[in-house]
């Protein structure tokens, strides 16, 4: 990851009796999978397709609300124009 860039990650852990850093999601070990460095880590109990859990959907929903926060113009995107309800989305937080 280049130097400058933020990054959060989200891992999957299946088994949540074995110790963090000995877990895997049944494909990808822990520590093939954690990244130093990043903005924010969430543990998600679940398997490889971690991406379909409630947990990562709402932390993947947090993430890009924080990077609209910090990087929508006061003003709304010609998109956002275009979509009133999309710029209100991000607006509200």
Not at 24 to 32: A, C, E, F, R, T
Not at 36 to 57: F, K, M, R, W, Y
């Amino acid at each position: 990851i280049a130097p400058g860039i933020n990054y959060h990650q989200i891992i999957a852990r299946k088994d949540p009796n074995v110790p963090l850093e000995k877990s895997s999601d049944g494909l990808v070990p822990y520590q093939s999978a954690y990244l130093p460095g990043a903005d924010s880590t969430l543990v998600v109990e679940s398997g490889h397709h971690v991406q379909d859990t409630a947990p990562a959907i709402l932390e993947i929903r947090r993430i890009l609300l924080l990077h609209a926060a910090t990087h929508l113009p006061s003003s709304p995107h010609p998109f956002c124009t275009r979509y009133p309800a999309v710029h209100r989305f991000f607006a509200a937080g």
